[in-house]
């Protein structure tokens, strides 16, 4: 079973302005001149992190990491004004253009699926491939499989989601449960922002994992971001309805890999599922043991796997067309 790469230092670290009063953290690690690999991470608004680097052969891949708006080392923190996917899809733009990149491998799980999915629709001749890990749709049936009672988190986890839900009731409609965290967490009161942002981080943490942790280290630096900015989007930003799928045409010529975990309980694997059936240039992969988690063995194995596979499925086309 292959595991993560060994651990490198970053070559080259940015802080790019986007507009708006936003500035992005961008960094490059690996190859200068291997195949350009963007990393998109989840959330919305976790952040990147050094380990990242590791899903990818240092040897073969020009590796470059960066915070969304509003999160990890961009700037402002926690910031919700200007912060909206299509602006999310713009900023990686600009990202492409600043580093001088043609074209790069797409590399995202969860949120940062969804969001790679979103920039390959707007940008298909800039993308290579995708290796999408526990896709997340932005459904409304999504968001009820997760925040919702008679959602199937819910179902799995009742103990952890009447705690999720407890400051307002477990009867509290999805919609109700999302703006009562927003409001939360949008408040003057800086003690509500902390416990609601530790609630909202406890509940997805505990149900990420095949097996939930007995004891969980709050990130106070990622939760609040998190909670914030996923909060945001799922209450002040329209849903995707289905236009991923409605408009999944204009990416099924480019190579994909879908992983998934079996046990995911974040993002239901219908969601890569579906994907899969409209895709015919897509490889389904469902890993037997693991859940949403990119750091189980089963889907570091999975992952790491896919991006060589990917690699070797570039160069093959790049050779093909010289």
């Not at 969980?216 to 995707?240: E, K």
Request: include cysteine; aromatic fraction near 10%.
């Amino acid at each position: 079973m292959q595991t993560l790469y060994p651990a490198i230092n970053s070559n080259q670290e940015y802080q790019l302005e986007v507009g708006q009063g936003h500035t992005l953290y961008v960094e490059e690690s690996g190859s200068v001149d291997g195949i350009p690999v963007l990393f998109f991470h989840g959330g919305p608004g976790a952040g990147c992190h050094q380990s990242d680097r590791r899903f990818f052969d240092p040897e073969r891949f020009r590796i470059i990491l960066f915070d969304q708006r509003g999160c990890g080392r961009s700037t402002p923190y926690g910031e919700l004004q200007d912060n909206s996917p299509s602006q999310l899809v713009e900023d990686i733009e600009s990202i492409r253009q600043h580093l001088g990149v043609k074209q790069w491998l797409l590399f995202g799980g969860s949120w940062g699926a969804t969001l790679a999915l979103l920039y390959a629709q707007s940008f298909p001749e800039q993308v290579l491939g995708l290796v999408l890990r526990g896709t997340f749709l932005m459904r409304p049936e999504d968001l009820t499989w997760l925040y919702q009672a008679e959602g199937g988190a819910a179902q799995v986890f009742p103990d952890y989601f009447a705690e999720f839900v407890q400051p307002f009731g477990r009867d509290c409609q999805m919609q109700d449960t999302l703006h009562y965290y927003h409001q939360l967490l949008t408040s003057d009161n800086e003690l509500e922002r902390l416990n609601a942002a530790k609630s909202w981080y406890f509940w997805e943490g505990r149900i990420a994992q095949l097996h939930a942790p007995e004891h969980m280290n709050f990130d106070a630096h990622q939760g609040i971001s998190m909670a914030r900015i996923s909060s945001h989007f799922f209450t002040q930003q329209p849903l995707l309805q289905h236009s991923i799928l409605s408009q999944l045409e204009k990416v099924t010529h480019l190579p994909a890999i879908l992983i998934h975990g079996r046990y995911d309980m974040v993002c239901k694997l219908e969601n890569s599922s579906q994907l899969a059936k409209q895709w015919p240039n897509a490889q389904l992969q469902i890993v037997p043991s693991a859940g949403h988690s990119s750091r189980e063995a089963g889907m570091i194995d999975a992952l790491c796997k896919a991006t060589t596979t990917m690699a070797d499925i570039i160069n093959d086309r790049t050779h093909s067309e010289s």
